[in-house]
Each structure stands twice: as structure tokens, then as C-alpha cells.
């Protein structure tokens, strides 16, 4: 049997800007998709802490280091500079593994550059 499990998570991170004339898309600082090991093209789902919206897109990669955290698109409208997002993804995998699986998790700080141990 497979289960779709948390993979990764972006904790609180702060929308820098929107872009409604976009085709689509959340812009992510290359940064912290690799740090919670998000990949171009990968589906993504986005939690608005500010007014509660939820969305799906995928994640495209912004400029490394620049705390770059854009909706593009329609999703533009679902959140307005300075709100706080949660950005989560999910695999399928087999009961058993995902009993193991250890999510990767980000959490950045008030600039969106992550806070390592």
C-alpha cells in the first residue's frame, strides 16, 4: 500500500512579491528549494497564514540567495506582499518507509534566508 507523506517544508516564509502578468507558478529562492529539497517543476501546495487561502502550483527556482518568494499568476491573488506561507510538498511511498521518513524542513527567518543549526 502507498501513502503520500509530508516531503518537504518551508515554514513561515514571507511573500517578497506577486506577479499577477505571469504564467503561473510560486518563484522560491533557489536557496531554501535546496535546502528543503524542492525541485523545479514540482507541485507544491501553498498555506496563506494571513488570510487562510490554500492553493496548489509548482515551484520554479528564484535567484540563490535573494529570500525571493513570489506567487506568479492567478495565485497572485491569493496572497498580498508581507503575508507569511507555509510551502508544502508530499511523496508516495510505502507504508512501511514512510514510517521512517524524515521530512526535510526549513524555517526562515524574517528576510527568508533559512536559520541552519
Known amino acids: 500500500m502507498f501513502i503520500q507523506v509530508l516531503k518537504s517544508k518551508i515554514h513561515r ?3 517578497t512579491q506577486t506577479e499577477l502578468d505571469y504564467v503561473g507558478s510560486i518563484t522560491i529562492d533557489e536557496d531554501l528549494m535546496e535546502l528543503a529539497n524542492l525541485i523545479e ?7 496563506n497564514n494571513n488570510n487562510g487561502e490554500r492553493l496548489e502550483t509548482y515551484a520554479i527556482a528564484g535567484v540563490r540567495g535573494s529570500g525571493m518568494i513570489c506567487l ?3 495565485a497572485a ?3 498580498a506582499k508581507g503575508d507569511i506561507v507555509i510551502i508544502l510538498s508530499f511523496a508516495m511511498m510505502e507504508f512501511e518507509d514512510a514510517k521512517k521518513f524524515t521530512p526535510w524542513l ?3 527567518d524574517k528576510d527568508n534566508k533559512a536559520i541552519l543549526d
Open 72 to 74: 506568479n499568476g492567478a
Open 13 to 15: 516564509a514571507k511573500i
Open 106 to 108: 526549513v524555517f526562515p
Open 77 to 79: 491573488r491569493k496572497a
Open 41 to 47: 517543476g514540482e507541485k507544491v501546495l501553498i498555506v
